[in-house]
């Protein structure tokens, strides 16, 4: 494993991580810096011991990231995995959190049907004047979302965001029926008692259609008692204001998906962000046989001459990896399929390679970094079957290209707890920050 370090925020950065070692769980971190207000006091030596300790967490997080597989597991946006160190260290338990992209804090998507629903959150929501969880009035997503009406409905509900950073809202929510005057407001609150509002709804947006709306908070300040409140202040009990599918998050990243493709069309035409339907030869079809992985479709390639390409404009992106999930059945020692790029759609390169190593009939995640490549404006995918017969198949689904991924490592021993942002590329780790809040 390789590591590069970017950046610093908080206390202290290590500055020798490329020591980490791999595996063990006792590792000595490399504090470069401790606060002058616990230097010569008894605190001292606790408060090196729960960084030593939050230090190893997080090692050891990105040594799972790198070699040990956890990549595998967070394949989308949003997804977390949490874990204890088999061992206490310096006396202490280390909590473990990482995540891709987001860390979701709270959340609730109000299909709970009440007041009490979704995670993460310090309390129920508190609520007032015509204020309703209801399914009327067509919600974004699922059965219920929250509705406010006249001229003094309030709902709101407190969260913990102490030793948070890059903290974001998000929800979707719709406006019906406003007049001129007619607002409502998202406002938040470090102390439940003076509030700032992030946003005012008008009559501008009064078409009942639902928007997204992402709010950094980082300019509040982060408390154990943080506060979310929704306000109307409209004329009369027809005026409607809704909001559902909402969350706060540790914004990592904001992964940039350049195109997809699942194949559910049935089709040669689906997906999004292609810049042309797919190119298919020989034994080559869209397919419900032999259990897509997801939904109902999937590619397949057969025999000697199945091939299938698409094009992507990429000129705009970083570094890029292509994602999807195959499976291989029927070869022998002599078949294979490759995947193949191409900047300009003829000269071609080999980027993987399938064989009867791979023959399992199982579906595998790939995520493969197109980094050695120039991001053209037409830039293209390829998959190419090299098999003697129709009776060897090769399966594709989930096809998708996004901008390099950014994970997001908590972890916390004793009252040391470190948020580190980093990205993973073809196995060299960047640390963008290591920070302790």
């Not at 339907?277 to 032999?290: E, I, L, N, P, Q």
């Not at 999930?325 to 003829?346: I, M």
Request: hydrophobic share 40%; net charge negative; charged share 15%.
């Amino acid at each position: 494993m390789k590591m590069k370090i970017n950046g610093e925020k908080g206390q202290a950065l290590p500055l020798a991580m490329i020591a980490v070692i791999l595996g063990a769980l006792v590792i000595p971190p490399f504090v470069g810096y401790a606060g002058s207000s616990i230097i010569g006091s008894h605190a001292y030596g606790d408060a090196i011991r729960s960084q030593y300790a939050a230090d190893s967490g997080a090692e050891h997080a990105i040594w799972r990231l790198t070699d040990d597989g956890l990549m595998d597991i967070l394949t989308s946006a949003g997804s977390m995995v949490s874990y204890t160190l088999d061992e206490t260290l310096n006396g202490l338990t280390t909590n473990v959190t990482v995540c891709n992209a987001w860390q979701t804090i709270a959340d609730d998507d109000f299909n709970s049907g009440g007041w009490s629903g979704g995670t993460g959150w310090l309390d129920d929501w508190t609520h007032s004047g015509d204020s309703a969880v209801t399914s009327s009035g067509s919600p974004y997503e699922g059965p219920y979302h929250l509705r406010l009406r006249g001229g003094s409905a309030i709902a709101q509900r407190p969260v913990d965001l102490s030793h948070q950073i890059d903290i974001h809202l998000r929800f979707w929510a719709k406006v019906n029926s406003f007049e001129t005057w007619d607002t409502a407001t998202c406002q938040v609150s470090s102390d439940g008692i003076n509030w700032n509002t992030v946003y005012t709804f008008t009559d501008v947006l009064s078409d009942d259609i639902y928007r997204y709306y992402d709010f950094e908070l980082s300019s509040y300040k982060m408390t154990g008692q943080f506060w979310i409140s929704f306000n109307s202040n409209m004329s009369s009990t027809g005026d409607y204001f809704y909001v559902d599918k909402l969350d706060i998050v540790w914004l990592v990243a904001n992964p940039v998906t350049f195109a997809t493709e699942d194949f559910e069309s049935g089709g040669w035409s689906g997906g999004t962000g292609w810049l042309e339907d797919w190119t298919h030869t020989g034994a080559s079809s869209v397919t419900t046989w032999s259990s897509p992985y997801e939904g109902y479709y999937h590619l397949l390639l057969q025999g000697s001459n199945g091939d299938v390409q698409r094009p992507v404009d990429l000129s705009a992106a970083g570094i890029v990896y292509l994602r999807f999930w195959a499976k291989v059945s029927g070869f022998e020692s002599r078949d294979n399929v490759v995947c193949q790029v191409s900047p300009d759609g003829s000269t071609w390169s080999t980027i993987y390679t399938w064989t009867t190593a791979h023959d399992d009939n199982d579906y595998h995640y790939y995520a493969i970094s197109l980094a050695p490549y120039e991001m053209t404006s037409e830039f293209w995918i390829r998959f190419s079957s090299n098999c003697n017969n129709q009776n060897d198949y090769f399966f594709v689904d989930l096809i998708s290209l996004v901008n390099l991924d950014a994970y997001g490592v908590t972890a916390k021993a004793g009252d040391s707890i470190i948020k580190a942002k980093v990205f993973v590329d073809s196995g060299v780790v960047t640390i963008i920050y290591w920070y302790y809040v």
